[in-house]
């Protein structure tokens, strides 16, 4: 099964799923990898601006590189970015590839590994957060999730991704600090796992630096790709 990367969403996290599928794939050889198509279209616009503030729409730009994996052979495509599943339902019937949703993997992940998890952080865009992607899903198993108030939203976490001394701009120190207290936020109102919501949150936020449970959805979605890969069922089935 050839894979395709829809990536850009940022070309950190781009780069971040690829080195996880690396170093989850249970190889001996170079035979033994997976064969991956990856395109990077950084020029894909903002989902968040796009979303809350009339931003220009990334759907043409998300089925110009969708198509293009399409026509390069891949046989699955997946999507390092969680905001950008906001677009999913337009996006899949622009392609008969099969598009795996991270969302509902992670949510899957958590309903079978955490069975008793009552409550549920997520730590994600703004964008994210608006548009209940997490929350939804979440609520689906019986999940109570709990977002940051509007305050730690945008001058933690939106700072930590989007500031000057952001995830974005290829800094790690001041989000660390940013993230980490919105982290330990949602975890003294009762989070017993938290979602890592944005491919660039665990570019900069440990798991050794909180008490609950970190849940990074890229981890999640490289180890499906391992299981659907290693399947020797021919058709896909999402």
């Known amino acids: 099964m050839i894979i395709g990367i829809l990536g850009g969403l940022g070309p950190e996290a781009t780069k971040d799923l690829y080195e996880k599928i690396i170093q989850t794939t249970p190889a001996k050889c170079d035979q033994d990898h997976i064969e991956i198509i990856i395109y990077n279209n950084p020029k894909i616009p903002d989902r968040t601006q796009a979303i809350l503030y009339n931003g220009e729409n990334p759907l043409p ?4 590189t969708a198509k293009t994996l399409e026509k390069a052979g891949a046989e699955l495509i997946v999507i390092p970015c969680n905001t950008a599943h906001y ?6 019937p622009r392609t008969p ?3 795996l949703n991270m ?3 992670t949510a899957a992940f958590i309903h079978h590994n955490y069975p008793d998890t009552k409550k549920v952080g997520i730590l994600a865009t703004t964008g994210t957060i608006k548009t209940n992607l997490y929350q939804k899903t979440l609520q689906n198993t019986g999940i109570m999730p709990i977002t940051p108030s509007t305050y730690e939203q945008e001058s933690l ?3 930590a991704i989007y ?6 701009r ?13 982290a330990q936020s949602l975890t003294q109102q009762g989070a017993q796992l938290i979602i890592l919501g944005c491919t660039e949150i665990p570019l900069a936020l440990r798991q050794k630096e909180i008490s609950s449970v970190l849940i990074n959805p890229a981890n999640i979605l490289a180890e499906k790709i391992i299981t659907l890969t290693q399947t020797k069922k021919q058709k896909v089935i999402i």
């Open 163 to 168: 500031g000057t001394q952001g995830i974005k």
């Open 103 to 105: 969302i509902e993997e």
């Open 170 to 182: 290829g800094k790690k120190t001041q989000p660390r600090k940013l993230l980490l207290k919105a």
């Open 87 to 92: 677009f999913l339902d337009k996006l899949q």
């Open 157 to 159: 976490i939106m700072e």
């Open 61 to 64: 730009q998300l089925i110009h």
């Open 97 to 99: 590839v099969p598009i």
